[in-house]
């Protein structure tokens, strides 16, 4: 059969695919379960640590501080030596920096593994973001990329799940356990991810050619060569510095504010949910009740957008997402004293709703910029939006001190607003496109 007119952007899905959507959407579980499961543990290990509000909030933002780190430098090492060879750091440091939790007698050590984590973490949004959106054909691209963000509620939700079943067996020393239970899951996928081949699209733009021809042959059939990938933009081949002024800029301008509005109050509620949850007068079982239902809403919620990203488009998506889950979270500032499931349906709309936003985390910075820069993108987006989700959570016992739950979720919900404007003025429409349409300016 001749494929010579068939683009790798319209092939069928195949078992490469499915094996690659596992192998980056291990990371996004593992990602979940390690960012979340802080919350599960921090009540106990700051009584056995004796840690004040100052470093409750910088351990629980310490992994925010190590993605923001990661997210950048990983971003640009990831465009410039290859996807495949930092594909395995992350759970290498998944590994070192849970198993060394267990062993913490100190809040500055906790924090610095915590950091470890986090540095992970920001490895995986460029590194296996961009080697899977470059191999995934354009109809499938949106919705894959969007599940991971789902995988990434699951394995929040798995955290909790787990963390309190720990919690529940394992007595005073139970957080140890809880904060070093990612390693397994991390082993885990370490193992899947050994046979990944390098990006043919990444290959191209360095002029391997030869590789990049081999590794189509055995991807997608070996009557597919270099002529079934369609051409990169012009745009691509210029300097990172001429991309930003020449509109890219603009473009990522959009992902570090959005990305950031969508993550920040998300943040804050998973590394302190039982306190917020306390907070708005939920104790006892409902409070440990409330934070496995809110975060299997989340995991709902992503699943819902992700059914409607190629019905509804990205933008309409991300408005509506943001419009909605700000006034769950100015309902919640309201009605902060109000009933426990009055509570539980405000936190539980907050929710469903935000997640547009979150699953469009991933489409749009991988959508929007070319191959040459965009690990770059998915990592400067990753990283920009932690320094507020870092400074956020941080904040977060100081605010509830100080401001009070009510304002708190006040303050929660102008981040919010601050992304449904962004989102108006900037947020463009990809739906339909291929990788090389939707990266183009020319458009």
């Given at each position: 059969?001749?494929?010579?007119?068939?683009?790798?952007?319209?092939?069928?899905?195949?078992?490469?695919?499915?094996?690659?959507?596992?192998?980056?959407?291990?990371?996004?579980?593992?990602?979940?379960?390690?960012?979340?499961?802080?919350?599960?543990?921090?009540?106990?290990?700051?009584?056995?640590?004796?840690?004040?509000?100052?470093?409750?909030?910088?351990?629980?933002a310490s992994s925010m501080f190590g993605t923001f780190f990661s997210g950048f430098l990983g971003g640009l090492l990831t465009d410039k030596f290859g996807r495949q060879r930092l594909f395995f750091v992350g759970p290498i440091l998944f590994i070192i920096g849970s198993i060394g939790s267990f062993w913490t007698e100190s809040a500055a050590m906790l924090?610095?593994?915590?950091?470890?984590?986090?540095?992970?973490?920001?490895?995986?949004?460029?590194?296996?973001?961009?080697?899977?959106?470059?191999?995934?054909?354009?109809?499938?691209?949106?919705?894959?990329?969007?599940?991971?963000?789902?995988?990434?509620?699951?394995?929040a939700a798995l955290a909790y799940i787990?963390?309190?079943?720990?919690?529940?067996?394992?007595?005073?020393?139970?957080?140890?356990?809880?904060?070093?239970?990612?390693?397994?899951?991390?082993?885990?996928?370490f193992l899947i991810r050994l046979g990944t081949p390098e990006s043919p699209r990444w290959l191209v733009s360095k002029g391997r050619l030869a590789e990049a021809d081999k590794i189509i042959k055995k991807v997608y059939g070996p009557s597919f060569s270099l002529a079934n990938m369609p051409k990169e933009n012009e745009e691509a081949k210029v300097s990172l510095r001429d991309l930003m002024a020449s509109g890219y800029g603009k473009r990522m301008l959009f992902v570090a504010v959005f990305w950031s509005a969508a993550v920040v109050p998300m943040f804050a509620v998973y590394s302190f949910a039982p306190i917020v949850l306390q907070a708005l007068n939920l104790t006892g079982e409902w409070a440990s009740l409330g934070s496995v239902a809110i975060t299997v809403l989340f995991v709902i919620g992503c699943i819902i957008a992700t059914r409607l990203i190629d019905t509804?488009?990205?933008?309409?998506?991300?408005?509506?997402?943001?419009?909605?889950?700000?006034?769950a979270l100015l309902g919640l500032g309201a009605f902060s004293h109000g009933s426990p499931m009055l509570v539980l349906v405000l936190f539980g709309a907050y929710a469903v709703f935000i997640g547009g936003a979150q699953v469009l985390e991933l489409v749009y910075?991988?959508?929007?910029?070319?191959?040459?820069?965009?690990?770059?993108?998915?990592?400067?987006?990753?990283?920009?939006?932690?320094?507020?989700?870092a400074a956020g959570t941080w904040l977060v016992p100081f605010s509830l001190a100080s401001l009070g739950i009510g304002n708190t979720m006040y303050a929660a919900a102008i981040v919010s607003l601050i992304g449904l404007l962004a989102s108006l003025w900037l947020a463009p429409e990809t739906k339909g496109m291929t990788l090389e349409q939707a990266a183009s300016l020319q458009r």
């Open positions: 059969m001749n494929n010579n007119k068939i683009s790798i952007e319209d092939v069928p899905l195949n078992n490469f695919h499915q094996l690659m959507t596992l192998r980056a959407g291990g990371g996004w579980i593992l990602d979940g379960y390690v960012l979340s499961i802080i919350g599960v543990a921090i009540v106990q290990f700051s009584g056995y640590l004796h840690l004040t509000s100052f470093w409750q909030g910088l351990i629980a924090f610095f593994l915590r950091f470890l984590v986090g540095v992970g973490v920001g490895l995986e949004y460029p590194v296996a973001g961009s080697l899977l959106t470059e191999f995934l054909p354009q109809k499938n691209r949106g919705p894959r990329l969007a599940a991971l963000t789902i995988l990434w509620f699951a394995g787990v963390g309190n079943a720990i919690l529940a067996q394992a007595g005073d020393n139970a957080w140890r356990y809880v904060l070093a239970s990612p390693a397994v899951l991390g082993a885990l996928l509804l488009g990205r933008r309409r998506l991300i408005i509506h997402s943001f419009l909605w889950s700000s006034l910075p991988n959508e929007l910029f070319p191959t040459e820069v965009r690990a770059f993108a998915v990592g400067m987006g990753s990283s920009l939006s932690r320094i507020g989700s």
